[in-house]
């Protein structure tokens, strides 16, 4: 019994040597987390908003009789695309051409008769300083001229009215653009002031754009703004911005101008991609690389095998990118996918890069 009981104290005492003889065993290093790896790049991003509008045209003349007359011809009609100096309707001018005719022939007898007074003044002149002539005879002749000059005077002005209005039945067009009515018939007869064409101006159109009124004060004079129709898109910029909202809807009205290069029609609806902020040479991430910590908005940059935690400040998003405004600098490398599990120091495995 003593034996057996040795034999088993010598059995542990022997394996307790070996044991505590034994190298303790390696603490495995934290494992990796698989990320993707994106940079940090210098761009310029936009702040973008959308707002309804509709194409004006910015001069729509109304044409309109400036004599009284018979129309004699109409040359356009509705629709048709005229140009600036095109003839567009003809007056009948018969009763201008004889006034014109009349006119002209007083104005050569007014000479005439001034030429002759002209002579008698002179020899009255004559005369008199001989006192072969009255003061009073001299006086006549001398006030008759004068009142053949100032009739003279006034023929001449009844002349170029004469010829004004004869011009004037003669109708064109003062600009490029569109003959939107027609108001008037060949046989009609009209006086001053009567409507005989609107034409809309189309080559230099007007987008009036309405602003909610929570944009009111992102509004500018010089905005840029891309406007879409159908498929196309022209830019042009904010020229008018009027003063106060609209009652009725607290849209704020402002007008940009641009060229018309689509062929696109007055009175028609469209789209504007108005621009409100731009910021060239901006450092921009992928938004789904930010992550949001108890500091505030983070991402990770990686070092080696490792990351370091950084708080960011962000600006413009324009897509998928963000602007970050501090923080980071373009060309940096940060973890795209997988941000969200990581710590400060964390240990990484790029599995791919975003970029």
């Not at 001069?59 to 695309?81: F, N």
């Amino acid at each position: 019994m003593n034996l057996l009981f040795l034999s088993s104290a010598w059995l542990l005492l022997s394996l307790s040597t070996l044991v505590s003889a034994a190298p303790p065993k390696a603490i495995p290093p934290p494992q990796a987390t698989p990320v993707t790896m994106t940079r940090a790049v210098q761009t310029t991003m936009i702040s973008t908003t959308m707002v309804r509008g509709e194409v004006e045209s910015p001069s729509t003349p109304h044409i309109a009789a400036k004599v009284s007359a018979e129309v004699d011809s109409i040359k356009v009609d509705e629709g048709m695309q005229v140009q600036s100096g095109q003839l567009l309707a003809t007056l009948d001018d018969e009763t201008f051409k004889i006034s014109e005719e009349i006119t002209s022939a007083e104005i050569q007898r007014l000479q005439i008769l001034i030429e002759n007074q002209q002579r008698i003044l002179k020899r009255n002149k004559e005369l008199f300083s001989k006192s072969l002539a009255s003061q009073s005879a001299l006086d006549d002749a001398l006030t008759a001229l004068k009142q053949s000059q100032a009739e003279l005077i006034g023929t001449r002005a009844r002349l170029k009215e004469v010829r004004y209005q004869l011009s004037h039945t003669r109708v064109t067009s003062p600009v490029d653009g569109i003959i939107q009515q027609r108001t008037v018939s060949r046989g009609d007869y009209v006086k001053p002031g009567t409507l005989l064409f609107q034409i809309a101006s189309t080559d230099s159109l007007r987008a009036r754009l309405y602003f909610p009124e929570t944009l009111a004060a992102s509004v500018h004079l010089g905005m840029k703004v891309e406007l879409i129709q159908g498929g196309k898109t022209v830019t042009g910029k904010v020229t008018h911005i009027r003063p106060m909202l609209e009652d009725s809807n607290r849209a704020l009205h402002s007008l940009a101008d641009f060229q018309n290069e689509g062929n696109w029609k007055p009175g028609s609806s469209i789209i504007a991609r108005v621009i409100l902020n731009e910021h060239t040479q901006a450092v921009a991430v992928p938004e789904k690389a930010l992550v949001r910590r108890p500091a505030g908005m983070v991402l990770y940059r990686i070092k080696g095998d490792a990351v370091t935690e950084q708080v960011v400040t962000t600006g413009l998003k324009q897509g998928d990118l963000i602007e970050v405004t501090s923080g980071v600098s373009a060309g940096d490398s940060i973890v795209l996918d997988g941000a969200s599990w990581l710590t400060d120091g964390a240990r990484v495995e790029i599995q791919e890069s975003g970029q």
